[in-house]
């Protein structure tokens, strides 16, 4: 909840209340970031380039957690699994597919 913003007047409205908002910070992820997506637990946002760096962000403190170099050419979109224990990363350029273990960020599959 954000608190509400005091007009250039000085004086909040009589109906002015707390509200929810986008707020948003700029990290440096890498070039063309395009797929990402966002743990089970809310913790990590994971997101790709095209070369194949996933970007591992911890969402509270708003800082890089961790950054993968997984050799995937062209990876174009990242995925949670429902239970939230791996993430799916697809290729555009090659068309494979690719398991990591959102814990361990370890390799676990890969269909080409």
Known sequence: MLAPVVPPTG?????????????QTLLPAGKGVEGFDVSKNEEELW??????VVTIVDIEHKIIKDTLHTGIKGAHRLLFTPD????????????????YNATTKKRVKEVV
């Open 47 to 52: 997101a790709v380039t095209p070369e194949g």
């Open 84 to 99: 939230g224990n791996e993430v799916v990363i697809v290729s555009v350029a090659t068309g494979a597919v690719v398991k």
């Open 11 to 23: 004086k909040l409205p009589p109906n002015a209340k707390p509200h929810w908002d986008w707020v």
